[in-house]
């Protein structure tokens, strides 16, 4: 079997992280549900030194069977290239669609399919044009921007409204897009800014909203119902 290379182990070290988050899944969840899954013995001390670092004692055939799991590779493949799922290359596609069309995208699946998988694969390759923010259910409205302005390397405070200019005008001069993703856990709070952010930098930055099947059935609901900006929101949306 072909040695597997540093680019190939962060790769597979990336997924394991991103599968963690996605499911909510400690180190030893995971190493009992890849046992369980009949992809071969996978032990909690091995998870843990593929996330730390700890590499050297860490044979191919574990490296294999982890990544078999998480749908990176197959039995037959005679190299580590990684071969992402069908779901994680049409997640990539769509954030490449965004940023090269400068238009609002979403995507909303069910947990476990791959989509934080692809938003970080695109995010991870195109370092320069576009960033990724994971937000989170106890943010509020000022936490959200702060963390997106973190993302672009920026300082900003003070009112909302002003928060928002600052990273505005920074991505429309720099060209970055934006990929948010867990929208929906912020998304009651979140639907004016939403609006404003990309009436800012619309026609020069992309930006792709990801969440949970949730995420599109709030949308959907608040749209029915007219509440804050959701219709106008809505309509921005290129593509769900």
Not at 18 to 34: D, P, R, V
Not at 135 to 146: A, E, G, I, P, Q
Not at 195 to 203: A, I, K, M, P
């Amino acid at each position: 079997m072909t040695t597997q290379t540093t680019i190939n182990k962060t790769d597979i070290v990336n997924a394991i992280k991103a599968e963690m988050s996605e499911k909510n899944l400690s180190q030893q969840q995971l190493a009992t549900a890849i046992t369980t899954s009949g992809k071969g013995n996978i032990s909690h001390a091995i998870i843990s030194n593929m996330v730390n670092g700890k590499h050297a004692q860490i044979s191919d055939e574990m490296w294999n069977r982890v990544s078999i799991y998480l749908g990176m590779k197959t039995h037959t493949e005679a190299d580590w290239t990684v071969k992402p799922l069908a779901n994680i290359q049409k997640v990539y596609g769509l954030c490449e669609a965004a940023m090269k069309e400068k238009t609002m995208k979403a995507i909303a699946a069910k947990t476990g399919l791959g989509k934080t998988v692809g938003l970080k694969m695109y995010a991870k390759k195109n370092p320069t044009s576009c960033r990724y923010v994971l937000l989170r259910k106890s943010m509020n409205v000022k936490d959200c921007l702060k963390e997106i302005a973190g993302a672009l390397n920026l300082d900003v405070d003070g009112k909302v409204s002003d928060m928002i200019s600052m990273i505005s005008s920074h991505m429309n001069k720099k060209g970055l897009g934006l990929i948010l993703d867990d929208v929906g856990k912020v998304i009651d709070k979140f639907y004016a800014v939403l609006q404003e952010r990309f009436d800012s930098t619309e026609g020069s930055c992309g930006i792709v909203l990801a969440g949970t099947d949730h995420f599109h059935t709030c949308m959907k609901m608040a749209k029915q119902k007219s509440l804050n900006s959701v219709p106008y929101l809505f309509r921005r949306i290129a593509y769900w």
